[in-house]
Each structure stands twice: as structure tokens, then as C-alpha cells.
């Protein structure tokens, strides 16, 4: 099990933000955050144990069974599991509740075991409940639970909160925006999944190039490597090794069909380091050469990446880097003669009628954070009343739309453009089953962007000279 990685000389970073987070709750308001629970894989083995993120956010803290309580007077209440040496003799070492309060700046800190008799004296006399709605299964019931002890003290005039509120509708607008602490780990999570990649590109070649068979596993393994050989906790997502027509499957995972000389593989996996996720994406020739058709799709992903690129910028909107893809990517299939002209009209055609939909399904980029699709409204909530009607040329269904985002400096997008060509009539043949993508992850500036996963090349001929070293 990955170790404690709570930031010590950080705590302050932790308590700014449950202050901030405090300042929010409204008067007489309390929060309840509690981290992530066990889970149980089969017999008498556990889920490698993974934090929940708004907990984790708020306290640089990673073990299991622990809850925050925060109220809107900015105090901050842990429970945790207690010291217990001879259960850390076989589990590891635990903070428990003393070192908590100094080490994780708590105003108190008390056993999780006494959870449920301490918990409802902490929302007497409170208005507001705040926890989170979506995350944790079953905490709406252990609130309901909580309250009902309050209720039942109300004969001694103790009063109960009466509003509830999602906690992550707050949490979520404070992790849209990394500050410095944060953007830093994500730079040197991205390094390192970048090293990952270039060394999963040099193994691909290396073996074909000594004559040995490759498996998909044997490119995952570098992968794995790379990412524990520095102090990577995990993998941010299931990483997707595929080699040949299974890149065309968006979420496929790493297997163990053949890599062969000629095809092309899809890599996409990112480590996730001190609880931040990195999400790369790179395509290459198993063999170190690209074909002719291989080249021409990548290079007119490659262009709509960079299409996006320029658009990724404070001031644009989320939605900007996705359309100015869409624009290349029409235009391109078009000239490629992946859309025939006679049938699809011209590159506006093709975006109206959403035609580029049978080669680029998914959408261009997403939050990253903590989680790999992270937290966040991707519509602008100052302009939440302005609504317009589309019709959607595909499923005809009538879709609201809002205006996306506004991309603010500390925003943390991914760029992912892809094209996959699964044979069908009329595609030429020359493209069927090549399923290219190429992702980055960008932090927002106020002029553009900063690309923090380029530690890993994507023009064509510097990964083909990455692959002959
Ligand atoms: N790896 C997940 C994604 O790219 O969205
Ligand atoms: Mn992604
Ligand atoms: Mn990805």
C-alpha cells in the first residue's frame, strides 16, 4: 500500500483552504467531508486504497476512515482511526487523533470509532448541513442518522439544521482553479508521465527491432515502471495500451494482443502523484516508422491539436478548443477522402450535419485535477439564465445549451483530438482500423497556455528519431 504522502510543511496550504471553504458555509453552518471508504476485492483482500479527493484537498491526509467536520467559525474537527500498535504491527503506521490536531492543524481531533456519538453535538444549533451529495453512497442516510439524534435533544431546546447543501457544489469551484501548490505537482506528475511514454515508445522499438514478439503488457510494464520508479502512488486512470484496430476502441485497456511492425500503437495513461492525475495520450509506430496513411491522419490530428492549442487561453470559453478541432478535422477528413465531398458537402456541411461524428466521437478535452475527468462546471455560471435551443442533427433530440465556460489563468484542461477509422464502405482502405489520439494537459495562463506533458515529443519525425535511439 502506497504510503502516507500527507504534506507536512504544506498544512497551511490545507487550512487556507477550509478556511476559504468555512467563509462559504453561510452563518451557522457546518460541513461534513468524510475520505473514501474500503473496499473489499475478494476473500480477505482489499482495493488498494485510494482517498477521496474533496477530503484529501482539505487536509493533505491519506488514510482510511477519517472524517472532517468544519464548521462556518472555521473550526476544524477530524476524526481518524486511533493509534492501535498492535493492529499497525500488520496495517502501518497510523497518525491517530494527537499528532492529527498538530501535524494537520485541527482545532481537535478525536477516534473515528467515536464518530457517531461525537458527530451530532458538532450540528446542534447549526442552520445549515453542507457533505456531499454525489460521492459518497449511503452518507444522505448516515446525515439523516445524525440529525435524528439532534431531533431527539430538541426537548432540551437543542435546535436542528433545517437546509442541507452539496458541499461539492463548493468544493468543486475551489479545485476548478489550481493554485501554485497544486500546479506544481501536476507539472511533475505530467514529467513523469511523459518519461513513461517515451520509455514505452523505445521498448516497442527496441524488441521489434531484436526480433521479439511484443505484447501490449510488455508496453504497460514500462509504463508501470516509470511511474513507481518515481514515487508515483498510482495510476491516475486504467492505462489503454493498444496496438493496431484496438486503439479504435475508445476504452480499451492495456492486453495482451501482439504489437506488430507496420501498426500503430495508442498509449494513453498518466500516474497520479500526491493526489493529482495526469492524463497523456500519445500514438506511434510500433516499429519507429510511420506509413504514408498513417502519417497523413496523425498529421492532421497533430494540426487540430495545435488548432485547439491556440485557442486555449484566459478569456476564451471551454467549448473554443473542441470546435477549432472539429474545424480541422472536418476540413481534413474531407480532403482526405475519409468523407466524400459528392455525399458531405463542404467542411460547414460536415459540421452541421455532425457528419466528422462516425471518426471523432468524444469531445476534446475535460478538467483535470485530482481526479483524471476532475471537478468543475464546464457551463460559465455567470451566464447560467442565457439559454438557447439546438436540435441535435444526429439523434434529432432538442438539446438546452449554455454558454461553456470561461477559461480562467489556473484552469487545468486536457487537449485530446483523435480520429478512428473502423472499416466501413466507402472509407479507402488504406485507413481502416487506425485509431489515432493526441493528448495534452494544459495549464491556463492569461495569454495561452502551458503545456505540461510535452516531456514526451508529437511531431511525427521527432518521435520516429526518439525510436532509433
Ligand atoms: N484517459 C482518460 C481520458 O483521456 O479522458
Ligand atoms: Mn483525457
Ligand atoms: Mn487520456
Partial sequence: MPGQHYDMPMTSVYAQR??????????????????????????????????????????????????LVLTSDGKSVLFCQ?????????????????????????????SSDEINSRLPRLLENRERVWFPFATHKGLAEQVEGWLGQVRARSRFGVLCPTQQGDACALLDEMRLLKDEHEQDIMRRAAQISAQAHVRAM??????????????????DAELLHEFRQHGSQYV???????????????????????????ELVLIDAG???????????????????????????YELVLASQEAA????????????????????????????????????????DVIESRAYFQFYMHRTGHWLGMDVHDCGSYVEPSELGVVSERKDPISGETIANR???????????????????????????????????????????????????????????????????
Avoid at 83 to 98: M, N
Avoid at 272 to 297: C, H, M, N, V, W
Fill in 403 to 469: 454558454p461553456s465556460r470561461i477559461l480562467r489563468p489556473g484552469m487545468v484542461t486536457t487537449i485530446e483530438p483523435g480520429i478512428y477509422v473502423r472499416p466501413a464502405p466507402g472509407v479507402p482502405e488504406q485507413f481502416h482500423n487506425i485509431g489515432i489520439r493526441i493528448e495534452d494537459d494544459a495549464i491556463v495562463t492569461e495569454t495561452g497556455c502551458e503545456l505540461i506533458t510535452r516531456g514526451v515529443p508529437v511531431k511525427p519525425d521527432e518521435i520516429e528519431a526518439l525510436m532509433r535511439d
Fill in 82 to 110: 486511533p493509534k492501535d500498535l498492535e493492529r499497525e504491527v500488520w496495517t502501518g503506521y497510523r497518525l491517530g487523533p494527537e499528532a492529527a490536531k498538530t501535524k494537520l492543524g485541527m482545532a481537535q481531533a478525536f
Fill in 202 to 219: 523505445q521498448r516497442s522499438a527496441r524488441m521489434i527491432r531484436n526480433g521479439e514478439e511484443v505484447r501490449e503488457y510488455h508496453l
Fill in 271 to 297: 500516474c497520479e502523484l500526491d493526489g493529482y492525475a495526469s492524463d497523456i495520450t500519445r500514438t506511434f509506430p510500433a516499429d519507429g516508422k510511420f506509413s504514408g496513411a498513417q502519417r497523413a491522419l
Fill in 236 to 262: 491516475a486512470y486504467g492505462s489503454i495500451v493498444a496496438a493496431g484496430a484496438n486503439a479504435c476502441v475508445l476504452h480499451y485497456q492495456a492486453d495482451k494482443a501482439p504489437v506488430r511492425a507496420g
Fill in 309 to 348: 492549442i491556440a485557442v486555449t487561453r484566459a478569456g476564451k470559453r471551454f467549448n473554443d478548443p473542441h470546435e477549432a478541432t472539429v474545424a480541422v478535422l472536418a476540413q481534413g477528413m474531407l480532403d482526405l477522402g475519409l468523407l466524400e465531398r459528392t455525399k458531405y458537402g463542404t467542411a460547414e
Fill in 18 to 67: 477550509r478556511a476559504r471553504l468555512a467563509a462559504q458555509l453561510g452563518d451557522g453552518g457546518v460541513a461534513i467531508i468524510p475520505t473514501a471508504p474500503e473496499l473489499h476485492r475478494n476473500r480477505d483482500t482489499e482495493y488498494l486504497y485510494r482517498h477521496d479527493s474533496y477530503f484529501y484537498y482539505l487536509t493533505g491526509f491519506s488514510e482510511p476512515n477519517a472524517c
